[in-house]
């Protein structure tokens, strides 16, 4: 090599340098490049990020080429003039190699510079699978390319060509964005006279919006009466129209026929073209069939849910029930584990809890109601072991002067006259050691225990005999077995016959709910292609895990059973899946390449996976999706939310190091509902923050009230739907329609034809609630919110044994019920009323009742006292007796029973405390009381003893606080009642 290829350093510096780390010894061009002997860093041509260069180390002379990624290969130590006749050769070599580059690459820069230049006035939309392909050329064609060009080796056009694309390259999403809105500005302005009359209506802003968006996956929110299948009929259009796709590749989806067959009638009547409107299951259907070359075999329950429940239903009698060993888990299930366990420990307040008992309805296999969930499962035990019993009997025996009022234990086995009280203590451990006794936060717990002293002495003192259980030993796992030890001295076990328990159980609804837990629980295992095992991992994490572990074990014998019923046909499940496997082996090729789905919020993982197996086809292939997750309400078919919630990750497509780019459109706009539905709705349903936020445009507005709450008393639901109907019918014009919704069919009114020959001029009309999805009407009446089991929300379909197999939990109470209430409201245009019992009325409407933001009014005379119960917090509730008069009743009557006198000036109200006066009560009438000196919640009135009138208690002889009575002038008369007055300073 000449002395201009090969540049080495002098020995001197050479040593020195080396000994701080400076390895490179000489440097030699090549045709690629420049090799480093001895360093790190090698140096080919097209790692350079810039020309080479002479600089200083140390004081020594070095040339320096920068290298991609901010590397930096040198040589010190060379003459300068060497280096420099080095370095002049070196960078002629690198700007010959650049033009070579350059000259490679200038077809492909040509070719991305006019792509790029067409997004100035894209004729299509720049979505993410057409813009991909060109990001992934540019990458390609700039990492072949120097970071720094050569100077005066290209013209300003070859640089031009470059830094056009190496922008879009850099910022491709900035670009795309770009183009996208430059795209729909230009569309929306050449299309208008489109949206103005594909539709009977001119198509709203957002509704044109969703049309031209065009995204790889798109997802359009369509709330509660805004329009959605214009938008897919308009969409179905639009493609053909603009010649982006044909006819057959567009493929409609619906859930249901009517609702495909109507689309397809509609856009066939304004586009004049028919596309493909099918089902999930004709899709499925359709795909086998043209694989296999004949339709699979359905089996008869597949589009039969009552056939479906039937089938489980035998299926958990008559099979799993035999097989060894779950016979008794299943019982042990409905006596243990039919609830999911709560206690006092689980709630704030002892109000909400005595909520939850009465919404459950904690009912007895011997048929009583009961307060507790331990209690439930010790009656049921008792039950199944034929130890017949009583709860909360009267106590026998004499009660000592110091008693509140009649004793009444928890259990009294009739047979031996034991008394069983279960006490609700748990164990705390304390700093030193020792264990002490705890009751719930809200609880008393100096008298709570108190009160367990008190009976344990009067049982000794009697010589009757008490079992005690406690809350400690159910969160230990030995509340039975300890029991059934402490009952061994006194009763001999008599297990009652299985038949007989499930003949029990099924009387009592609880075996065709179980049903329906496991019918849910099956669509989405099948579904989803879940495994027992992978369930059993997830219960092993659950809060209740023998629970868990229980369902787990019935379900896995129950699903065995249920496939070899099945024999050779299969069920809708079975068939998405088997299309699915289809399309995914390219069994199958789609023709479609726009797929637009309706009522996507029913979506299940089953189908997902065959809409995404379809989409993968083709690389240009989209998906619209029309829905909204605010109407979810089919979790018992499948239907996953959380695929909508997660739509850009589960459909989206990728561009730019982005695997979920997607497009969300909100509609917004309502033509059905006034504001005074509308907004109060939208808040009822974001208070899950799970929802996803979305505007909403009313499509009117009012001043008259939209929701009212009409209460009603036991028995008297009829008298109210009348009144609520005549109220509607003052002024109505005839066929006014009103939509009687209830949670389930027994809400239906007996008397619905009386009622409709009544009022001629409504409309009359019962459905459930999810068979009322997608209807309207002039005013809606929600039947029996009530707080129980079966009511509104229903306590039976939110179990948290479905996190077991969805994908994500749903961690907000009643979430789906939630969502079902707020389809129940958004089927009114004008108004909304909500028939409840006062009693015990549902969780939602004590929302709305306490909530203002909901406007809703009281009607129906409600008689809720504005101050509440002193001893839970509950509501006080006005009543009449026969025999005369008013008094206030909290509304837990079976599991408090608290009572106040009413006021005793006007004989219908209830004092409460002044907010500026503690020491005195002020009734809605006016009239103003003392407060008691020795009770929190009593007020002091005037009384008659053997010493003459002074001021007692009004809560005597509960309470027997009493106070002198003032002077005669600080009374004044009012009628026949006497409104005492206090003055400042009087006692």
Same mark, same amino acid.
């Given at each position: 090599?000449?002395?201009?290829?090969?540049?080495?350093?002098?020995?001197?510096?050479?040593?020195?340098?080396?000994?701080?780390?400076?390895?490179?010894?000489?440097?030699?061009?090549?045709?690629?490049?420049?090799?480093?002997?001895?360093?790190?860093?090698?140096?080919?041509?097209?790692?350079?990020?810039?020309?080479?260069?002479?600089?200083?180390?140390?004081?020594?002379?070095?040339?320096?080429?920068?290298?991609?990624?901010?590397?930096?290969?040198?040589?010190?130590?060379?003459?300068?003039?060497?280096?420099?006749?080095?370095?002049?050769?070196?960078?002629?070599?690198?700007?010959?190699?650049?033009?070579?580059?350059?000259?490679?690459?200038?077809?492909?820069?040509?070719?991305?510079?006019?792509?790029?230049?067409?997004?100035?006035?894209?004729?299509?939309?720049?979505?993410?699978?057409?813009?991909?392909?060109?990001?992934?050329?540019?990458?390609?064609?700039?990492?072949?390319?120097?970071?720094?060009?050569?100077?005066?080796?290209?013209?300003?056009?070859?640089?031009?060509?470059?830094?056009?694309?190496?922008?879009?390259?850099?910022?491709?999403?900035?670009?795309?964005?770009?183009?996208?809105?430059?795209?729909?500005?230009?569309?929306?302005?050449?299309?208008?006279?489109?949206?103005?009359?594909?539709?009977?209506?001119?198509?709203?802003?957002?509704?044109?919006?969703?049309?031209?968006?065009?995204?790889?996956?798109?997802?359009?929110?369509?709330?509660?009466?805004?329009?959605?299948?214009?938008?897919?009929?308009?969409?179905?259009?639009?493609?053909?129209?603009?010649?982006?796709?044909?006819?057959?590749?567009?493929?409609?989806?619906?859930?249901?026929?009517?609702?495909?067959?109507?689309?397809?009638?509609?856009?066939?009547?304004?586009?004049?073209?028919?596309?493909?409107?099918?089902?999930?299951?004709?899709?499925?259907?359709?795909?086998?069939?043209?694989?296999?070359?004949?339709?699979?075999?359905?089996?008869?329950?597949?589009?039969?849910?009552?056939?479906?429940?039937?089938?489980?239903?035998?299926?958990? @009698?008559? $099979?799993?029930? *035999?097989?060894?060993?779950?016979?008794?888990? %299943? #019982? &042990?299930?409905?006596? /243990?584990?039919?609830? !999911?366990?709560?206690?006092?420990?689980?709630?704030?307040?002892?109000?909400?809890?005595?909520?939850?008992?009465?919404?459950?309805?904690?009912?007895?296999?011997?048929?009583?109601?009961?307060?507790?969930?331990?209690?439930?499962?010790?009656?049921?035990?008792?039950?199944?072991?034929?130890?017949?019993?009583?709860?909360?009997?009267?106590?026998?025996?004499?009660?000592?002067?110091?008693?509140?009022?009649?004793?009444?234990?928890?259990?009294?086995?009739?047979?031996?006259?034991?008394?069983?009280?279960?006490?609700?203590?748990?164990?705390?451990?304390?700093?030193?050691?020792?264990?002490?006794?705890?009751?719930?936060?809200?609880?008393?717990?100096?008298?709570?225990?108190?009160?367990?002293?008190?009976?344990?002495?009067?049982?000794?003192?009697?010589?009757?005999? @008490?079992? $005690?259980?406690? *809350?400690?030993?159910?969160?230990?796992?030995? %509340? #039975? &077995?300890?029991?059934? /030890?402490?009952?061994? !001295?006194?009763?001999?076990?008599?297990?009652?016959?299985?038949?007989?328990?499930?003949?029990?159980?099924?009387?009592?609804?609880?075996?065709?709910?179980?049903?329906?837990?496991?019918?849910?629980?099956?669509?989405?295992?099948?579904?989803?292609?879940?495994?027992?095992?992978?369930?059993?991992?997830?219960?092993?994490?659950?809060?209740?895990?023998?629970?868990?572990?229980?369902?787990?074990?019935?379900?896995?014998?129950?699903?065995?059973?249920?496939?070899?019923?099945?024999?050779?046909?299969?069920?809708?499940?079975?068939?998405?899946?088997?299309?699915?496997?289809?399309?995914?082996?390219?069994?199958?090729?789609?023709?479609?390449?726009?797929?637009?789905?309706?009522?996507?919020?029913?979506?299940?993982?089953?189908?997902?996976?065959?809409?995404?197996?379809?989409?993968?086809?083709?690389?240009?292939?989209?998906?619209?999706?029309?829905?909204?997750?605010?109407?979810?309400?089919?979790?018992?078919?499948?239907?996953?939310?959380?695929?909508?919630?997660?739509?850009?990750?589960?459909?989206?497509?990728?561009?730019?190091?982005?695997?979920?780019?997607?497009?969300?459109?909100?509609?917004?706009?309502?033509?059905?509902?006034?504001?005074?539905?509308?907004?109060?709705?939208?808040?009822?349903?974001?208070?899950?923050?799970?929802?996803?936020?979305?505007?909403?445009?009313?499509?009117?507005?009012?001043?008259?009230?939209?929701?009212?709450?009409?209460?009603?008393?036991?028995?008297?639901?009829?008298?109210?739907?009348?009144?609520?109907?005549?109220?509607?019918?003052?002024?109505?014009?005839?066929?006014?329609?009103?939509?009687?919704?209830?949670?389930?069919?027994?809400?239906?009114?007996?008397?619905?034809?009386?009622?409709?020959?009544?009022?001629?001029?409504?409309?009359?009309?019962?459905?459930?609630?999810?068979?009322?999805?997608?209807?309207?009407?002039?005013?809606?009446?929600?039947?029996?919110?009530?707080?129980?089991?079966?009511?509104?929300?229903?306590?039976?379909?939110?179990?948290?044994?479905?996190?077991?197999?969805?994908?994500?939990?749903?961690?907000?109470?009643?979430?789906?019920?939630?969502?079902?209430?707020?389809?129940?409201?958004?089927?009114?245009?004008?108004?909304?009323?909500?028939?409840?019992?006062?009693?015990?009325?549902?969780?939602?409407?004590?929302?709305?009742?306490?909530?203002?933001?909901?406007?809703?009014?009281?009607?129906?005379?409600?008689?809720?006292?504005?101050?509440?119960?002193?001893?839970?917090?509950?509501?006080?509730?006005?009543?009449?007796?026969?025999?005369?008069?008013?008094?206030?009743?909290?509304?837990?009557?079976?599991?408090?029973?608290?009572?106040?006198?009413?006021?005793?000036?006007?004989?219908?109200?209830?004092?409460?405390?002044?907010?500026?006066?503690?020491?005195?009560?002020?009734?809605?009438?006016?009239?103003?009381?003392?407060?008691?000196?020795?009770?929190?919640?009593?007020?002091?009135?005037?009384?008659?003893?053997?010493?003459?009138?002074?001021?007692?208690?009004?809560?005597?002889?509960?309470?027997?606080?009493?106070?002198?009575?003032?002077?005669?002038?600080?009374?004044?008369?009012?009628?026949?009642?006497?409104?005492?007055?206090?003055?400042?300073?009087?006692?």
């Amino acid at each position: 090599m000449t002395a201009q290829q090969q540049l080495k350093r002098g020995a001197w510096p050479g040593a020195f340098l080396r000994s701080l780390g400076h390895a490179s010894w000489a440097a030699e061009q090549t045709a690629a490049g420049i090799n480093f002997l001895g360093g790190r860093h090698q140096a080919p041509f097209s790692s350079w990020a810039g020309p080479a260069q002479i600089t200083s180390t140390l004081g020594f002379t070095t040339i320096e080429v920068p290298l991609a990624g901010g590397r930096v290969a040198r040589l010190a130590g060379v003459t300068t003039h060497d280096a420099a006749s080095f370095i002049a050769a070196a960078n002629e070599a690198f700007r010959a190699h650049f033009l070579r580059q350059f000259q490679a690459a200038q077809n492909e820069l040509g070719s991305l510079s006019e792509a790029i230049a067409r997004l100035d006035r894209p004729r299509r939309y720049p979505a993410a699978c057409l813009l991909a392909p060109f990001l992934a050329r540019a990458t390609a064609v700039i990492e072949s390319l120097p970071e720094t060009i050569p100077v005066g080796v290209l013209s300003e056009d070859q640089h031009n060509l470059i830094e056009t694309v190496r922008t879009f390259q850099s910022n491709p999403e900035g670009a795309r964005r770009a183009a996208i809105q430059r795209f729909v500005d230009s569309d929306l302005a050449e299309m208008k006279g489109f949206f103005d009359t594909i539709e009977k209506n001119p198509l709203t802003p957002e509704q044109r919006l969703a049309v031209v968006t065009d995204e790889d996956a798109t997802l359009v929110l369509a709330g509660a009466g805004s329009g959605k299948t214009s938008v897919i009929v308009a969409k179905a259009a639009y493609l053909v129209e603009r010649g982006i796709r044909k006819p057959n590749e567009i493929l409609l989806l619906a859930f249901g026929k009517d609702a495909a067959s109507e689309m397809a009638e509609r856009i066939k009547e304004r586009a004049g073209v028919e596309v493909d409107a099918l089902t999930f299951h004709a899709l499925g259907n359709r795909i086998i069939r043209e694989v296999e070359g004949t339709g699979p075999a359905l089996a008869n329950h597949a589009s039969d849910d009552a056939k479906f429940r039937a089938l489980l239903r035998d299926i958990l @009698l008559n $099979e799993v029930a *035999s097989k060894a060993g779950l016979g008794k888990l %299943l #019982l &042990d299930w409905f006596s /243990e584990f039919y609830w !999911p366990y709560k206690s006092e420990w689980d709630f704030k307040t002892q109000d909400s809890y005595f909520q939850w008992v009465e919404a459950h309805e904690l009912r007895t296999l011997n048929g009583d109601r009961v307060r507790s969930f331990e209690e439930w499962e010790i009656a049921n035990w008792l039950y199944r072991n034929g130890i017949a019993h009583e709860y909360e009997p009267l106590y026998e025996g004499p009660l000592p002067e110091d008693a509140r009022g009649a004793y009444k234990p928890d259990f009294r086995l009739t047979e031996s006259g034991i008394y069983i009280e279960h006490f609700g203590v748990r164990k705390a451990r304390q700093a030193d050691g020792s264990v002490r006794l705890t009751t719930a936060p809200y609880i008393d717990h100096e008298r709570y225990l108190a009160d367990m002293e008190w009976k344990r002495k009067l049982h000794k003192a009697n010589g009757t005999a @008490l079992i $005690e259980t406690f *809350s400690y030993e159910k969160v230990e796992g030995k %509340l #039975l &077995d300890n029991l059934k /030890e402490k009952l061994a !001295p006194y009763v001999a076990l008599k297990p009652i016959a299985s038949d007989q328990v499930f003949s029990t159980l099924a009387a009592m609804g609880q075996v065709d709910a179980f049903t329906q837990t496991l019918g849910t629980f099956l669509r989405h295992f099948k579904s989803a292609g879940g495994t027992i095992a992978h369930c059993e991992a997830r219960a092993a994490a659950s809060a209740d895990v023998p629970r868990s572990r229980s369902f787990l074990k019935i379900f896995d014998a129950l699903i065995e059973a249920y496939e070899a019923r099945l024999g050779d046909t299969i069920d809708f499940e079975d068939m998405i899946v088997r299309a699915t496997a289809h399309v995914e082996n390219g069994r199958y090729q789609s023709p479609y390449r726009h797929i637009l789905v309706d009522e996507f919020q029913d979506i299940s993982e089953g189908r997902a996976r065959l809409l995404r197996a379809l989409k993968a086809q083709h690389e240009d292939a989209r998906l619209f999706a029309v829905g909204d997750d605010w109407q979810s309400i089919y979790r018992f078919t499948g239907a996953d939310i959380h695929l909508m919630r997660n739509f850009g990750a589960a459909f989206g497509g990728s561009f730019a190091g982005n695997d979920a780019v997607h497009s969300t459109i909100d509609l917004g706009r309502t033509f059905r509902s006034v504001d005074k539905i509308a907004h109060p709705a939208r808040r009822f349903v974001l208070r899950n923050p799970a929802q996803i936020n979305k505007t909403v445009f009313p499509a009117a507005t009012t001043t008259a009230p939209a929701i009212m709450i009409a209460y009603y008393k036991w028995g008297q639901e009829g008298d109210a739907l009348r009144a609520a109907l005549d109220r509607l019918s003052i002024g109505a014009p005839s066929g006014t329609s009103v939509l009687l919704l209830g949670r389930y069919h027994h809400a239906r009114p007996q008397s619905l034809s009386a009622l409709t020959e009544q009022f001629p001029t409504l409309s009359l009309r019962f459905m459930t609630v999810h068979a009322s999805k997608g209807l309207e009407g002039d005013h809606v009446i929600i039947l029996r919110a009530v707080g129980d089991t079966m009511g509104f929300p229903s306590e039976i379909v939110d179990d948290p044994l479905l996190d077991l197999v969805l994908p994500t939990p749903e961690n907000f109470e009643h979430a789906e019920e939630r969502r079902l209430f707020y389809v129940a409201l958004t089927r009114a245009r004008q108004s909304v009323t909500i028939l409840a019992d006062r009693e015990k009325p549902s969780s939602f409407v004590r929302e709305l009742a306490d909530i203002p933001d909901y406007q809703a009014i009281e009607i129906g005379e409600p008689g809720i006292a504005e101050r509440r119960c002193q001893a839970c917090g509950g509501r006080m509730l006005a009543q009449s007796p026969k025999s005369g008069g008013t008094y206030f009743a909290c509304e837990h009557r079976l599991l408090c029973g608290d009572t106040l006198k009413a006021c005793t000036a006007c004989g219908n109200g209830l004092p409460v405390k002044r907010m500026t006066d503690q020491d005195s009560f002020l009734c809605g009438c006016g009239a103003a009381f003392p407060a008691c000196p020795s009770c929190s919640e009593g007020w002091l009135v005037e009384r008659r003893g053997r010493n003459g009138t002074f001021l007692g208690c009004v809560n005597y002889p509960a309470c027997k606080g009493t106070q002198n009575l003032p002077d005669r002038e600080l009374y004044r008369t009012k009628g026949r009642a006497r409104k005492p007055v206090r003055q400042r300073g009087t006692d």
